[in-house]
């Protein structure tokens, strides 16, 4: 079975850390996703990455950075957290190249700014 | 960029009973996905399903893509298929995947 490890599954930070938030797929995955779910907003699309050192901005990009140095990880930078940064976050990965490739999710962090 | 729309925005079943979920979409797609997010928060994919019709027990899936449509039909619901039901697309190759704002479903005995 294909496993997404989010390395925290709550987190609470004060405004204007950083914070890391860290993903690992086990499957070898070119795609890898960050999302975040908000009540009444549903997941909306942070950044992705489909090869090592590749990223591209999703629909909310602000605030945030990513790193993808390894195909197996993907990690979300908050570079000074702020209160509006609270929610949680949803890492996933695909191999959408592939015919019949379902995207696969972590368990997610749900992060707290205070 | 595209809209995804789902409907209807929230269900209330009794047990046994089904139901069909239905998502449109404004412009062509790679692919689209459907997923299930229990009330722990896990999101779990149920079907992959850009042309089509497949079936999973008594989950089943179609997918219209000249018309831009696909639905989800779930058949003698159960109290475990609470929860948010959400579709999918991928707009073309290596590119974002996008998220309708879900159908939350409550399966009540």
């Known amino acids: 079975d294909v496993k997404v490890t989010q390395s925290s599954r709550y987190l609470v930070k004060r405004t204007g850390e950083k914070v890391f938030l860290e993903c690992v797929q086990d499957?070898?995955?070119?795609?890898m996703f960050w999302y975040r779910q908000d009540p009444g907003l549903g997941l909306r699309l942070i950044y992705f990455?489909?090869?090592?050192?590749?990223?591209e901005k999703g629909d909310i990009p602000e605030g945030y950075s990513v790193s993808r140095e390894k195909k197996e990880r993907f990690s979300l930078i908050l570079e000074s957290a702020s209160t509006n940064q609270t929610s949680m976050y949803l890492c996933a990965s695909g191999e959408l190249s592939s015919y019949n490739s379902p995207l696969h999710f972590g368990n997610g962090t749900r992060l707290t700014v205070t | 960029g595209i809209q995804v729309e789902q409907s209807p925005p929230d269900l209330i079943l009794q047990e046994g009973a089904n139901s069909t979920l239905r998502c449109n979409f404004s412009d062509s797609v790679n692919n689209l996905q459907w997923f299930h997010q229990n009330p722990w928060g896990q999101l779990i994919n149920l079907f992959y399903?850009?042309?089509g019709t497949k079936q999973n027990g008594r989950l089943s899936a179609t997918t219209v893509a000249t018309e831009r449509y696909s639905l989800l039909y779930i058949s003698s619901s159960q109290t475990t298929d609470s929860g948010v039901y959400f579709c999918a697309v991928e707009l073309t190759s290596y590119d974002k995947v996008i998220f309708g704002p879900g159908t939350s479903l409550s399966v009540i005995p």
């Open positions: 499957m070898d995955h070119e795609n």
């Open positions: 399903i850009p042309s």
């Open positions: 990455s489909y090869d090592v050192k590749m990223k």
